[in-house]
């Protein structure tokens, strides 16, 4: 029961970040690997707060999701809609997302330098609780309740709000809904902009997990985020959390059984096998989109 749950809270970081990578790949056919960079970003930016301020989770955690906003409408306002006409949109988009990602690291960098970075040990609570027999932090299960209420309330919002519906209107045929009046420009920023929150928020919370942040953490998060939303179907929102899961427990199995050093071959081993059995992953559905 002790490794099944340190998976589940590790593998809700992993689903939050992936639904926000997929939110966009599903919604504007983008993929955004500037997200790698927003997450650093989110993390970093965390720990300065709580360090200079002292503030408590309960009030980094909406500092964050605004941070995390902002970046992702700069995101979509300069690295993707400049190129929106261009007949190659989808690889240019992808490339100038690589070069904007690139200019927030550099900036994280400037400001904060190379080192890394740690919050405060006396910034949040230690208590320990049991649960079922195992014995877990109170932050750990703050951090699950953090990942799995913004994941039920973005599905919400896609499944049942008006912006959600504009949203699937768009996935489905962006110059039918243009037609139909939709402002695709702001549904289009606002979308980058939950994205970019949810990945930023990621960032902190994969941080208070391990309590510890450099420059480089979200490239390595990138890579387990791009499978994760492979296997659970491109574009779905249940597939990046159960993908996420999946991965997570896959890690912690592997440390603890077998060794640190085969955590990524034994996760990433897992999901090719899912893809193997069933190439368009666990939620995805072969489809044809207008390009």
């Known amino acids: 029961m002790q490794l099944f749950l340190d998976g589940i809270f590790l593998g809700s970081i992993y689903a939050l970040f992936a639904i926000g990578f997929t939110l966009v790949f599903g919604i504007l056919d983008r993929l955004n690997l500037a997200h790698a960079a927003v997450f650093t970003a989110g993390a970093l930016v ?17 500092i964050v999701l605004v941070f995390g906003a902002v970046l992702g409408i700069l995101i979509e306002r300069i690295a993707f809609r400049p190129l929106a006409g261009r007949h190659d949109a989808h690889f240019a988009g992808l490339i100038s997302s690589i070069a904007f990602g690139a200019i927030i690291l550099s900036l994280m960098q400037a400001l904060y330098g190379a080192d890394t970075r740690r919050f405060p040990t006396d910034a949040f609570t230690r208590v320990r609780v049991e649960i079922l027999g195992a014995t877990v932090s109170l932050l750990q299960v703050i951090i699950l309740v953090i990942s799995v209420s913004l994941m039920i309330v973005l599905t919400w919002l896609v499944a049942k709000s008006k912006l959600g519906r504009g949203m699937r209107t768009i996935a489905e045929n962006p110059h039918a809904a243009a037609v139909l009046g939709l402002n695709v420009g702001r549904i289009s920023s606002t979308t980058f902009a939950l994205s970019s929150a949810l990945g930023a928020v990621a960032g902190v919370l994969f941080t208070l997990n391990v309590n510890a942040a450099s420059l480089g ?18 574009g779905s929102l249940p597939g990046a959390l159960i993908g996420g899961l999946i991965l997570g427990l896959a890690e912690v199995l592997a440390v603890n059984y077998i060794g640190s050093s085969w955590r990524d071959m034994v996760a990433f081993g897992l999901l090719f096998l899912i893809l193997i059995l069933r190439p368009q992953g666990l939620f995805g559905a072969r489809k044809t989109r207008e390009v």
């Open 217 to 234: 953490i979200g490239h390595a998060v990138e890579l387990k985020a791009l499978a994760v939303i492979i296997v659970g179907g491109m």
């Open 46 to 62: 965390g720990i300065e707060i709580v360090t200079r301020f002292g503030v408590p989770i309960w009030l980094l955690i909406p």
